[in-house]
């Protein structure tokens, strides 16, 4: 039996070690070649990775039995792996072996297969059927899924009593069961509005803060129909019920991850039983990033709901007439963070889905009305009609109250395109074609922007400070903290420094490779005192448990994106506390930030306890000077090979002075320090980085602190030390949180203001 694994990461398997090995020409003629897509891959079990649990994440390995591998050449002389159907169940490649119909000068190693199914692939992948396990269908299942086929599964009993809060929302008594076993023992205000409109038909647009469980007030009506319906037939695609679109990819894989937890403890058997066959909910992703050979193969062997970000799901509706009829099949459409998909580069693809779900009397223009892919799809346009009851739900923590009052008005902005439209979000919501003359907006969003459970608090220092003010912060306040930054590059910058000061810091950001940027998010959530840094890709939705501290190392051009960043602490009432770092050049836009979110009084200073500053100020220094030299040393090697290269490419012999002219003139692109120079600047960089341990490895001591002497001095440190309950890093520092020390703060500045006042 021959048997092939593949990685979600790596196209087909690079952790198998087995080889595979090339049958003759004449006997792979007489094999029957079988595609990709059709073959029964099965999931291998594997850790839980980027937070998409078990046998769906992106490191998720699948294995296939009893097929044949064969390595052919294509046109370019490249090898390419073929899938045959196996013609007896080999027992192995060493009995294949001893038999003959290998032949050993033809031994690949797997990871051969890898860089090739890599490159047809497009690197990773992701989970097909999430929350519960995908299994194929053998023959049994088959069978006994025939039986119930068609059949509305009755509702099983649940005792209202236990969740007394949620016994007025009709929603599946499988999911009140998820509630319960996830100790979500009430709605949250947004879902307690949003979820009876919902249930009962309604299009609802709802604003509500962040972190207050809007991912639920969408998608629950949206499972409790499903589970309402008839099961799903084995034997054909599945029909598309629900799409959900995020703005970024994290989100959306989240968003799917918030799915599968819910139907997890929705759909257990609860008598230690696996359900056999295929999952009673299939819940599929289609993210940019990802190899968009298997997302084409989930979505033609069907999910239930689809979670996509737009670009992706375009590119597939285009090479898919079956896929653009089941948009305009959707029972349910959701558009989550809906003022952000607009600003992301996407909204020519958001649009043009949006415009299949249109009825006929609804249709509107759209920016690719000239391309031949959008004019080929007017035939489906005016065939297929798009489902006269599908419900539409747009979500976000900031949208316009403008834009809701409209909605309300009228059904739809300007009137089906009657009136002048203001904004891209008002084109949006004009595409959309609400079958609710009068949607249900609820606006629940907050006073000020943030939620009541942020703490808030600035740092004023020049911008060359900032690194430094930085680390004092992370030091002096351990916990998962996420720092935004306004480009790339300044992640970039922070990187190094950050590590060489041996922080647990991870970038997040658009460079990243996809498969990257999910671990980093990973290994952030899974360290106590992580720190993620990141560009505004992270800023919304992203649901991190216990981020205890928000960083705008930059501060955020809109009052919705402060609004977005700082809600990713203090989530679902917990504390959080967020903090600016804000540089005099950028006082008048940081006024002009807090006027827009209607604050009428300055943020409180976090108060600093200078007495650190010089120790870290040096440890910076340093830590810069290392890399400045590493940089400089890499630079300098990447021009010299390139000089070598160059030449050789050219069949050109170098001129040992011309290496070493270059090594010398820094103008030069090809510039090198000399030998000399070069072995001077390493035993440079060491010595700095002997200076740097060292300081690592000194204790931080605010002022008036004697470690030697520590019953002595103006702060007597022995009581902590005896009773380890002083600060873990910073010798006599206050052990208060950030959020309680600007809490006490603001308490002590409202007693001095009551007290000058009476
Ligand atoms: N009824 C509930 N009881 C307790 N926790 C809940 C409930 N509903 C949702 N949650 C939890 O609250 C957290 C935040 O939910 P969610 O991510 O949906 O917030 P959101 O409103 O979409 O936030 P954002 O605007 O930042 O996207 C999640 O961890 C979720 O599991």
């Known amino acids: 039996m021959a048997q092939a694994k593949r990685s979600a990461s790596a196209g087909y398997s690079r952790s198998s070690k087995a080889k595979l090995k090339k049958r003759s020409t004449s006997t792979s003629k007489s094999r029957t070649r079988l595609a990709a897509e059709s073959l029964k891959w099965k999931p291998v079990h594997t850790s839980s990775f980027s937070g998409v649990d078990g046998g769906g994440g992106m490191m998720m390995l699948e294995e296939l039995e009893d097929v044949g591998i064969e390595w052919e050449e294509d046109v370019g002389g490249r090898k390419v792996a073929r899938f045959v159907a196996s013609e007896t169940k080999r027992k192995g490649k060493a009995k294949a072996a001893a038999e003959g119909s290998l032949s050993g000068d033809e031994v690949i190693d797997e990871g051969e297969a890898d860089e090739g199914e890599e490159a047809n692939e497009g690197g990773n992948e992701l989970p097909e059927f999430t929350g519960i396990d995908a299994q194929d269908l053998n023959d049994e299942d088959e069978e006994s899924i025939a039986e119930s086929l068609g059949e509305v599964e009755d509702e099983p009993d649940f005792d209202d009593a236990l969740l007394p809060d949620w016994k007025d929302i009709n929603l599946h008594s499988s999911l009140k069961r998820a509630f319960l076993a996830s100790g979500f023992v009430k709605p949250t205000e947004i879902q307690m509005r949003a979820l009876p409109a919902a249930i009962a038909g309604r299009d609802v647009v709802g604003v509500a803060e962040t972190g207050s469980g809007k991912t639920l007030s969408y998608s629950l009506p949206i499972l409790s129909h499903l589970l309402r319906c008839p099961k799903p037939s084995p034997s054909s695609r599945r029909p598309l019920s629900g799409l959900i679109l995020c703005p970024t990819r994290e989100l959306a894989l989240q968003v799917v991850e918030h799915l599968s937890a819910v139907l997890k403890h929705a759909l257990a058997e609860g008598q230690g039983t ?79 889905i949006v415009r299949l779900t249109q009825r006929a009397g609804a249709t509107t223009q759209g920016p690719d009305d000239d391309d031949p892919v959008f004019a080929a799809m007017s035939t489906l346009l005016t065939e297929a009609a798009a ?32 009136g002048k439209r ?19 907006v609820i606006d629940l969003s907050p006073e000020g922007g943030v939620v009541a459970t942020l703490r808030e608090s600035i740092v004023e220092c020049v911008v060359a400070d900032k690194d430094l003010y930085l680390y004092y912060f992370l030091l002096r306040y351990p916990g998962r903290s996420l720092v935004f930054v306004g480009s790339i590059d300044g992640i970039r910058r922070l990187i190094p420094l950050f590590t060489l000061l041996q922080l647990p810091i991870f970038p997040l950001h658009s ?15 899974s360290s106590k005192n992580g720190i993620l840094i990141a560009t505004d890709v992270a800023a919304r939705g992203l649901d991190i448990p216990q981020v205890d501290h928000v960083i705008h190392f930059n501060l955020p051009r809109t009052a919705d994106a402060y609004i977005h960043r700082s809600g990713r602490t203090a989530r679902a009432k917990n504390q959080g506390f967020a903090l600016q770092l804000c540089a005099p050049e950028e006082k008048g836009m940081q006024r002009a930030l807090m006027k827009s979110l209607g604050r009428g009084h300055e943020l409180p ?52 002075d011309m290496l070493s002219d270059a090594e010398d003139d820094p103008d030069l692109p090809f510039h090198k320090p000399n030998r000399g120079k070069k072995a001077n600047k390493k035993v440079a ?57 600007v809490g006490a703060a603001k308490g002590k500045r409202k007693r001095a203001a009551k007290s000058r006042s009476g």
């Open 274 to 352: 696996k359900p056999s066959g295929p999952p009673r909910i299939s819940v599929g992703s289609v993210v940019g990033g990802l190899s968009a050979q298997k997302q084409k193969r989930i979505l033609d062997r069907g999910c239930d709901v689809l979670v996509a970000t737009p670009g992706r799901l375009w590119d597939l509706i285009k090479a898919d007439d079956e896929l653009a009829a089941s948009i305009r099949g959707l029972r349910f459409l959701v558009i989550d963070e809906a003022d952000r998909m607009i600003e992301n580069g996407h909204f020519a693809e958001l649009e043009n």
């Open 387 to 418: 489902k006269n009851d599908m419900q539409t739900f747009v979500f976000s923590a900031t949208l316009s109250k403008d834009l809701q009052q409209n909605l309300k008005r009228t059904g739809r902005i300007g009137g089906k395109g009657k």
């Open 422 to 440: 203001s904004s891209t979000l008002e084109d949006l919501v004009d595409k959309l074609d609400f079958r609710d003359r009068n949607p249900e």
């Open 511 to 525: 460079q990243l490779q996809q498969k990257q940027r999910l671990k980093n998010l990973d290994r952030f959530k």
């Open 605 to 656: 200073d976090l108060s600093i306890e200078s007495g650190f500053l010089p120790a870290l100020r040096e440890r910076i220094r340093v830590a810069r000077a290392i890399e400045k030299a590493e940089h400089h040393v890499t630079k300098s090697t990447h021009d010299r090979n390139w000089l070598i290269e160059a030449a050789e490419a050219m069949d050109l012999d170098i001129d040992p």
């Open 685 to 741: 960089v060491s010595g700095l980085k002997a200076e740097l341990r060292q300081l690592l490895s000194e204790k931080l001591m605010a002022r008036g602190v004697s470690a030697k002497y520590p019953t002595s001095g103006s702060k007597i440190i022995v009581d902590d030390l005896l009773r380890e309950t002083g600060h873990a890093t910073l010798l006599g520092a206050g052990t208060k949180k950030a959020y309680d020390e």
